[in-house]
């Protein structure tokens, strides 16, 4: 089946310092990816929806120069989170879909980021 | 835009007791529903989804889930929970191939032997 590799699964890093998440379909090509936001003991927010090749869309409240998508290739998008502060901690999951088949959203196993 | 309401923010269950986890929508058109469940410090996997046809569908792990169109509902369904059913379980609509999953709030599930 269809599987998305996340990493770092746990990052910290200092205040003031940026961080990369990587996101990667292995089996497929994930013409759309989404980055998800995961507070705790809450659901999971969409941030961004990325289409490979052109820029990203923002959900209402997300900081675009805070939190860079790149969705280069069809396997791989990436989620900057530049110059983090302690509020930025949080689960951030990306999510990746083939082509118009909406039968196949596969989650990425998340990364949990403490910024201190 | 769509939004999804789950009733119930914790439930606590015993070994063997019947599960209904409550599950609403809001839009009126065509919609995709989906049950996911997050196991302690594992990623979301997929219970079952719903695009058209039968409104009882059947997932993984001995769970089902009936569509009612009229009640704008998706309730998840278990006859019998085992201990390994503790887990969050979420619940999502989207209404077509280009627009992300819309998450519910989450129930967590707890089962005590």
């Known amino acids: 089946g269809a599987v998305v590799s996340q990493h770092p699964s746990r990052v910290i890093c200092k205040s003031g310092t940026s961080v990369k998440i990587e996101c990667r379909s292995l089996d497929f090509q994930a013409t759309t990816m989404f980055w998800y936001r995961q507070f705790p003991k809450q659901s999971l927010m969409l941030m961004a929806t990325?289409?490979?090749?052109?820029?990203?869309?923002?959900e209402q409240g997300v900081e675009k120069d805070k939190f860079l998508i790149n969705h280069a290739s069809l396997t791989l998008s990436t989620l900057t989170v530049t110059s983090a502060h302690p509020e930025d901690s949080s689960f951030y999951i990306c999510?990746?879909?083939?082509?118009?088949?909406?039968?196949?959203?596969?989650f990425g196993s998340g990364t949990r980021l403490t910024v201190v | 835009a769509q939004s999804v309401s789950q009733h119930n923010h914790h439930v606590i269950l015993s070994e063997a007791a019947s599960l209904e986890l409550g599950c609403n929508y809001s839009?009126?058109?065509?919609?995709?529903l989906f049950w996911y469940v997050q196991y302690p410090g594992q990623h979301l996997q997929l219970l079952l989804k719903?695009?058209?046809?039968?409104?009882l569908v059947k997932g993984i792990k001995g769970f089902e889930a009936e569509f009612i169109k009229s009640k704008f509902s998706f309730n998840l369904r278990k006859p019998s929970v085992q201990w390994s059913d503790t887990a969050e379980y979420f619940c999502a609509v989207t209404v077509s191939g280009n627009t992300p999953l819309v998450f519910g709030k989450g129930t967590r599930l707890s089962v005590i032997a």
């Open positions: 999510s990746a879909r083939a082509g118009t088949n909406f039968y196949g959203y596969t």
């Open positions: 839009y009126g058109g065509t919609v995709n």
């Open positions: 990325s289409n490979e090749g052109s820029k990203a869309t923002y």
């Open positions: 719903y695009f058209s046809g039968d409104p």
